[in-house]
């Protein structure tokens, strides 16, 4: 099968697929907590259950982030859950004029 036309990735995916720059941002923002909450719990080999313990939420919430349930959670929510795991999370800002 030839492809006859390709559409350069702009660098955020969800902006690619046609969501708002700003909505592609959160959703960006929050997808990248949500791969460190996984790869904690991954690392640590963690049940949900003691993940829960540790990011100080319940079971049901771990269970969405883990299945990817993006729409579950705001970004503070993800930060607190790293935060009480001890994980920092850091900022960055680009293209400030």
Sequence with gaps: MAVEHVTPAGGNVFEDIGFSAEEAENLKIRSTLMLAIERLIE???????????????????????????IDEFTIDSLVNMLANAGIHVDVRVSGVR
Excluded: I, N
């Excluded at 640590?44 to 982030?65: C, H, K, N």
């Design 43 to 69: 690392a640590e080999g963690l049940t949900q259950q003691r993940a829960a313990a540790l990011l100080g939420t319940t079971q049901p919430r771990v269970s969405d982030v883990v299945r990817g349930k």
